[in-house]
């Protein structure tokens, strides 16, 4: 009993000491974007606290516009990437052909591809067709890096409905647009939520391409952070007041929706 108990602290204090560390850069951020310019170059825990940041950030740039930008890019490249991953994960998980598994594969292994290696030819391409800046053009560009990971993980949930259910609904004259909307849907509901809400997420965080395709008017909010390194050097105090800034919506969003994530995460874990 005492073994246990003992065991049981030990991991107490050991998931608490993982959790300080994943969390010590936000806090020190945090704590940085409070000191002025002088003060954020010396790793002190006494200094006297500002906005001077918060001000100058405000100043500089359209927070709120960058804001809606995100919003509307990041839940925009969701709904595409659920339009078309529902649809092909429904075939895969139901209708597997002889390179089903090859095709997967082969979409996971694009994630593997460094973007700076097709940058040029995606820039040409949307520079040609006007995408540029643009939130059309965005949304695109999420929605082609986010589609192959969203269509695995839907897959892998649809599998976890027994097929006799939809064949039943097929034998009794369903199509399979009435199925995907009428069963599969509402049986993987959980886990359909913890695809888009992690698609969001990834969205949100995106820097590589919202750095090379946009600029002002459909700049997100990790743009607004590059905006504030200079090659005079990097300003400690007003950059981390700007990554604050850009991360707290997220971290909100996900601190509400934590419990939805795990247990779409979970779907079909347990039997």
Sequence with gaps: M???QRDKIIMTFLGWGVAFLVFFPILWMAITSFKSEIDAITPSLFFHPTLESYTTVNERVNYFGAVINSVVESVGATMVCLAFAVPAAYAMAFYPGRKTKDLLMWMMSTKMMPAVGVLVPIYVIFQQLGLLDTWTG???MF???NLPIVVWMLYSFFREV???ILEASRMDGATPMQQMRLLLLPLSLPGVM???LLSI???WNEAFWSINLTSVKAAPLTQLIVSFSSPEGLFWS???AASLLAIA???VFGWLTQRQLVRGLTFGAVK
């Design 249 to 251: 919506p997220i971290l």
């Design 194 to 196: 913890s695809t888009a």
């Design 201 to 203: 997420i990834l969205c």
């Design 138 to 140: 965005i949304i695109a």
């Design 238 to 240: 007003k950059l981390s």
């Design 143 to 145: 929605t082609m890096m």
């Design 162 to 164: 027994p097929k006799e």
């Design 2 to 4: 005492k073994t246990k």
